[in-house]
């Protein structure tokens, strides 16, 4: 009987709110944080499992990337290298360069973090609205309508270290093959130059062989454009006089200030790019604003495309009458932008090009 009452008495006790209870009370918040922790640490715990089970290292995502690039999405045995593979909203952010010395871009690209979805592109939803925006007013203005001549004047407006300028040129060589002496075909160059002292040098080269050896301008081009690096051999395959086209370039440098504006940063164009001056004059008659820029019969024609069967059809609606030569049928694969045979489709066939 004592020791029920005892236990009466320690209830009522605890009840009231004094006795021992007031310990179990005083340490209940250090009880609780302890299970809570242990709960923490084996989430956690099985987090890092599950991680390390279904999604890739930083290391592993960059050979994944790297190997998909290279086996599904370049041609021409053109390769991409990954720059950095960095953990950024939950995925992959991975840094594409693709290309080399004036060619090479970077491309901002994402990977899921188990490996199983690759978006090689990013959409910045601001920007692609202003630009649908852009695009939306462009259309709307009516586009000039090429006026016709017994004789097209074909102006093809290009800096030669750019992308895009070689790709139209690659799409237009055959257009010249074709129609030959039915037009006056002329290659120019934009007034400022975005790919260093190479591509100033390169422009000079090719403006001199156009002014004094022009029918062997289209030889030396279709060698060029298939890989720069052998321009020297370019020169000899086109049987092009090296001492002629030297004395011209020193010539055409000194006549239009070239060198000594390219080391004279003050005088370049908003301070980033320097001129290159030699056919200022028509840049500014036409409006000319970037590479490349398309002129048939003094009418800048945007939307000719960069196709050979494109630039075909928009070359010969300058014509009075047409020739038979415009029924030709010729390639409707876009050149790949850059050097080298490669065509491409949808996206990267489109109307991009160099400077605003």
């Known amino acids: 009987m004592d020791e029920e009452k005892k236990g009466s008495e320690a209830a009522d006790c605890c009840e009231k709110g004094s006795c021992g209870c007031e310990k179990y009370k005083k340490h209940l918040p250090k009880i609780i944080a302890i299970v809570l922790l242990v709960v923490a640490l084996g989430g956690l715990a099985y987090y890092k499992l599950v991680w390390s089970k279904h999604n890739l290292t930083e290391a592993q995502a960059k050979t994944k990337v790297e190997e998909f690039i290279n086996k599904n999405l370049m041609q021409g045995g053109a390769k991409a290298n990954i720059a950095s593979v960095t953990k950024e909203n939950g995925m992959f952010k991975v840094m594409v360069e693709i290309g080399e010395g004036a060619q090479k871009q970077e491309i901002t690209s994402y990977l899921s973090t188990d490996g199983s979805k690759f978006f090689p592109s990013v959409m910045d939803i601001a920007e692609t609205e202003e630009k649908m925006a852009e695009q939306a007013s462009a259309q709307a203005k009516p586009v000039a309508e090429i006026p016709k001549t017994q004789k097209p004047s074909v102006e093809l407006f290009v800096m030669s270290y750019c992308p895009y300028g070689t790709q139209i040129e690659k799409g237009i060589l055959p257009v010249i093959d074709t129609l030959g002496a039915k037009i006056d075909y002329k ?128 070359v010969c609606s300058g014509f009075e009458t047409e020739p038979k030569e415009c029924a030709t049928e010729l390639s409707a694969a876009t050149p790949s932008p850059g050097f080298g045979d490669a065509t491409v489709q949808g996206a990267a066939a489109s109307g991009a090009a160099c400077g605003s």
């Open 187 to 314: 290659l120019r160059f934009v007034d400022y130059a975005m790919h260093e002292k190479l591509e100033i040098d390169e422009n000079l080269k090719q403006y001199c062989i156009q002014k004094n050896e022009p029918k062997k301008l289209s030889a030396y081009l279709k060698c060029f454009l298939k890989d720069d690096k052998q321009a020297a051999t370019c020169l000899k395959t086109a049987g092009v006089n090296v001492a002629t086209l030297n004395g011209c370039i020193a010539t055409t440098d000194k006549q239009f200030k070239i060198t000594e504006s390219y080391n004279d940063k003050a005088s370049w164009s908003n301070g980033t790019y320097p001129p290159f001056n030699v056919e200022k004059e028509l840049n500014e008659k036409y409006g000319v604003k970037g590479s490349p820029t398309l002129v048939i019969n003094g009418v800048e024609a945007a939307s000719a495309g960069r196709d050979a069967k494109s630039l075909l059809k928009a």
